[in-house]
């Protein structure tokens, strides 16, 4: 301790600068936290809100069918709900019906009380305040708490007694199943599944969407918390290098710089062994002093982070966290890499020939390898740039270090906005085949709208057309798909055929190309679409290059499939809003809102790697300005020397913008290529996880937006560095140095 | 020496004669730090130094001579006083004009020597003329520190580096990179404190042939031999003049002509 502190009074500014700069780089470390911290909230979350083991939407199941259900083998409580669409102040809303005596789905009134009369009603805060009513096909709700449930978190939805919305419904009844089971095993909640699917046969009733599973404790997000993970798991490591370079750049530099102090003590029988402890004190109080800084600010990253992420996915602000494994990982591994480093270089310095040490002011003297006598007898270039070639020579290693510290901001400071126009491209080209303007999706689960055959255009009086359609989830190979029903000479599509031909048949389909060939199917071959009714066969007729996971069928076809035949969930419109809409309780939306959905969406996942991104470069960028601040500062006596012979400010500076020259381009140049490449990586991630084209779109816009930074972030160190140096007397410098 | 190119260039003023006064101090102090922390390197110092002379500033260890001469270079600045040097108030210079009077008028020699170290000897020279004498051709400056170097004696090391040369090689190197540029005056601490005796003289005879040139030389020194060799010998206590000597002649080298 004793030492560290006296080498902090000798340089109290740099120390600080490492020990900050350090600090940052073992808080971006922290974000190795956020899947771990959103986890536990998650579950926090799922225990506090009783949600199901397995959720279903189904037709209407009647109370004697429900206690069939509860009598299942591994059926601990079986719930069902109804919903019915509505609106609230011009925004399109479900109101929810919720068992009074139920075990699941549990409200978390924040303000106000659960309804305790059938004309009262919970809202999802910020939709409406306590003592608004809610008009529901006639029906008056008043608002008497607002709270929330996982399931639903920051949906547009309200929550009633279920016996006030059944009537509402009509004929539908009860749309949705909920059941906690004893084993909550994946294969035993398959199981359930099974039996629940065949109860319901039996009295003529189906599933209409996929059984949602949350097996073991499992979250809604797990899988995007999984994917997230493996990002964020490489940026934590990336930024744990970038901690462990900047350490070993410090405590080298610190070291070095006591080498002939170190020789004075050999030379009076300093024994090496003491000597090398003493050195490594310095470092590991430098790391230590680190991590007391890094630590809070890492879980201050994690933890905001983790916010962000939840808060967008599913809604719910999580509580503060701390992961224990993380904290002691990340202190474990910055002391040891201080240990490690510092004992390279204190070998380094104890082995120093002791003459060599004792003459040469940081036992690095020029001309000691071949390189630098061979540069000697290169005379390009005048004598500052022969200087300043040399320079970047003597101590490679650093220069090296430089070069990489560069690169990895310039690195970081491009991969982010690669992603983000990636994504942006991205996101135009997934609906750039759809012809229509607008749609209408049924408010009610299922098929609900009764589309006419004989009118698959629908004329309106402003010139647009509708047309019926189905828009359902499937899978095809454990993969989810968006499955569309389109009548064969449907208008509302100009598919991107790269491959084969559209559909025209009842059995054929078109497939998303990047989903074929990342599955390997071809035009010609069967494919099985796993619909919530049970599999069907369609033949592959052609590839859409649509940059989406879909799959393309015929309308009346699907809707016999889906058993409903004659039916549609969807009216899309080539106007600004679908005719038939006025005549069905519908959400009616446009093809611009839903890109900007879908945008926002993949904006926060953009939001979320920038923040990170940002944490990164900046941790590299400071990397660079504390490794350049101390390689400066060790030179200090070579400017005062200069000066000592004339040298004015705009030589000295001069001299470190030749310098800085080329471990700037070589960082730029190293930098976008890493940028360039790790958004590849990550895209290549995202398009192999979700088997979708997404495509990479380099931002070359940032290119020079990235140069000019850098040289301005350089040039302005420069400056300081020989405004700071030009300040201190020439006499004292030199001193100094002696 | 051929620096037929480089004096087109350089064009300094011609010397004051012999004699002149070409340093003068008035109350020169320099203090480092306030109140109880302060730190005295020089207070009042009078001094005046003539055209030419081969000035010898002695004293015990802290007792300023240092500080004085880093004053007189102009790499330090006084807290108060005045010094003129070569007719320019060098302690109302800016920055910038005193780096630039520094590289035109003052060769200056340091105990350690402070060459570059990524620079052979003859860049190092080189470096003094580029900075002091801008308007020099490429080809003359080249051609100036060999011959500078051949006048030291290491015409044979012109290409090594630092690293390379011992300590007494590289001292002369920093002779050479302060005669280099012909100036006025050259001031050098201690020059001879790091090298053997032979180094040394060898030293200390190639600042006495600047002198006898025209170029005022102060010298900082415990070595009293050499200090008996100086035309005056400024004798330093506690950071003020104790005496300033002129040698007389060679019977009686030197006789105390003010006392501070």
């Known amino acids: 301790m004793r030492s560290f502190l006296r080498q902090f009074r000798r340089a109290p500014g740099r120390i600080l600068a490492s020990i900050a700069a350090l600090a940052l780089a073992v808080g971006a470390i922290g974000v190795l936290a956020i899947p771990s911290i959103a986890s536990s909230s998650l579950s926090d979350a799922v225990e506090r809100d009783g949600l199901g083991d397995l959720v279903v939407e189904t037709t209407s199941i009647d109370p004697r069918q429900l206690a069939a259900i509860e009598r299942l083998d591994n059926v601990e409580a079986a719930d069902t709900t109804a919903s019915v669409a509505s609106e609230l102040d011009g925004e399109r809303i479900r109101l929810i019906g919720l068992s009074p005596d139920r075990t699941m789905d549990l409200i978390n009134v924040t303000e106000g009380r659960e309804p305790a009369a059938p004309d009262e009603v919970v809202a999802e805060p910020g939709l409406a305040a306590i003592g608004d009513r809610v008009d529901v096909v006639g029906d008056r709700f ?14 547009l939805v309200v929550y009633a007694d279920i016996d006030a919305v059944l009537p509402l419904t009509g004929d539908r009844g009860t749309d949705r199943l909920t059941i906690r089971a004893v084993d909550d095993s ?10 629940v699917r065949a109860l319901l046969a039996d009295g003529g009733d189906t599933f209409t969407g996929f059984p949602t599973y949350f097996p073991d404790g499992t979250t809604p997000i797990d899988a995007d918390i999984r994917q997230v993970s493996q990002l964020i798991g490489l940026l934590g490591i990336f930024a744990g290098l970038v ?19 170190v020789a004075v003590m050999r030379a009076l029988g300093g024994r090496q062994r003491r000597l090398r402890r003493r050195l490594r004190r310095i470092a590991i109080g430098i790391a230590v002093a680190a991590l007391v800084i890094g630590l809070p600010l890492g879980i201050a990253i994690s933890n905001l982070i983790a916010r962000m992420v939840l808060h967008d996915f599913v809604g719910i602000t999580p509580g503060f966290a701390v992961d224990l494994p993380v904290l002691a990982g990340s202190a474990a591994a910055v002391v040891v890499g201080a240990r490690l480093v510092s004992a390279r270089a204190a070998r380094r310095v104890t082995t120093v020939p002791l003459a060599t040490a004792l003459r040469d002011r940081d036992a690095n003297p020029f001309g000691a390898t071949r390189l630098q006598r061979w540069s000697t007898r290169v005379g390009l270039g005048g004598l500052v740039t022969r200087m300043a070639g040399r320079t970047s020579l003597r101590r490679p290693a650093r220069t090296a270090a430089v070069v990489a510290q560069i690169a990895a901001a310039v690195g970081a400071a491009f991969l982010v906005p690669t992603l983000a126009t990636s994504v942006n491209d991205f996101n135009s080209s997934a609906h750039a085949v759809w012809q229509w303007e607008s749609v209408a999706i049924a408010g009610d689960p299922g098929l609900p709208l009764n589309a006419d055959d004989d009118a698959v255009t629908t004329g309106s009086a402003d010139g647009s057309s509708d047309e019926y359609g189905i828009w359902a989830w499937g899978q095809v190979d454990d993969w989810d798909m968006d499955v569309y029903g389109l009548h064969i000479e449907s208008r509302m599509i100009e598919p991107a055929i790269s491959e084969g031909a559209w559909i025209d048949g009842d059995h054929d389909t078109v497939v998303s190309s990047g989903f074929a060939e990342r599955n390997d199917i071809e035009v010609g071959d069967p494919l099985q679409v796993i619909l919530a009714a049970g599999p069907t066969e369609f033949v592959v007729t052609g590839l859409s290059d649509d940059s989406s996971r879909a799959v393309y069928v ?11 035949p004659g039916m549609a969930n969807v ?12 005549t069905t309780p519908s959400t009616i939306t446009t093809l611009d809102e839903i890109v900007a959905e879908e945008a926002a969406n993949n904006n926060a996942i953009v939001m979320i790697f920038g923040a990170i991104g940002i944490v990164v470069s900046g941790v590299a960028a400071l990397a660079v300005l504390s490794s350049m601040t101390v390689s400066l500062f060790e030179r200090r006596h070579e400017f005062a020397a200069m000066q000592a012979i004339g040298a004015r400010k705009r030589r000295l500076r001069r001299l470190l913008f030749i310098e800085m020259l080329p471990l700037a381009a070589g960082g730029i140049l190293g930098g976008l290529a890493i940028g360039g490449l790790g958004a590849r990586g990550i895209i290549a991630s995202f398009e192999s996880s979700n088997a979708i084209d997404i495509g990479v779109t380099d931002a070359t816009g940032a290119v020079p937006f990235i140069v000019l930074g850098t040289a301005a972030i350089l040039g302005l160190l420069v400056t300081v560095v020989v405004r700071s140096a030009a300040r201190r007397p020439i006499a004292m410098s030199l001193r100094g140095a002696a | 020496m051929d620096t037929t190119t480089l004096s087109t260039h350089a064009a300094p003023a011609a010397p004051p004669p012999l004699g002149t006064a070409l340093i003068q101090a008035r109350d020169l102090t320099r203090i480092w730090g306030s109140g109880h922390a302060a730190q005295v390197g020089v207070r009042g110092v009078d001094l005046s130094i003539g055209c030419g002379e081969l000035v010898a500033v002695v004293g015990p260890s802290g007792s300023g001579k240092s500080t004085l001469g880093a004053l007189i270079a102009g790499i330090d600045q006084p807290t108060s006083g005045s010094l003129v040097v070569d007719g320019a108030r060098i302690d109302r210079l800016s920055t910038d004009r005193l780096a630039r009077w520094r590289g035109e008028s003052v060769g200056v020699v340091f105990q350690d020597f402070h060459l570059l170290p990524t620079l052979t000897a003859t860049e190092n020279v080189e470096l003094a003329i580029e900075l002091g004498l801008p308007g020099a051709s490429r080809r003359a400056r ?3 520190a060999r011959a500078v170097l051949a006048e030291v004696g290491l015409s044979a090391h012109a290409g090594k580096l630092p690293s390379q040369m011992s300590g007494g090689e590289q001292q002369r190197v920093g002779v050479a990179r302060a005669l280099v540029t012909r100036p006025r005056l050259i001031v050098a601490d201690e020059p001879t404190g790091a090298l053997d005796q032979m180094s040394g003289h060898l030293v200390f005879d190639l600042l006495t042939d600047a002198a006898r040139r025209g170029t005022t030389v102060v010298f900082i020194t415990h070595d009293v031999s050499l200090a008996a060799a100086a035309d005056k010998v ?18 009686n080298p030197s006789t105390s002509i003010e006392v501070a």
């Open chain 1, 554 to 564: 015929d309308r009346d076809h699907l809707a016999v499939v889906m058993g409903a």
């Open chain 2, 142 to 144: 080249r051609n100036a």
């Open chain 1, 571 to 582: 009216v899309w419109s080539t106007g600004p809003e679908p005719a038939t809409s006025s």
């Open chain 1, 186 to 195: 994946q294969a035993a909640l398959e199981t359930i599944a099974d039996d």
């Open chain 1, 243 to 261: 901690a462990l370079v900047l350490l070993a750049s410090t405590t080298n530099t610190l070291i070095t710089e006591r080498s002939r102090e």
């Open chain 1, 142 to 155: 008043e608002v008497v708490g607002l709270g929330s449930t996982l399931w639903w978190g920051d949906d």
């Open chain 2, 234 to 251: 400024v004798s330093m206590l506690d950071g003020t003049v104790e005496s300033v000597a002129a040698r007389t002649s060679p019977a």
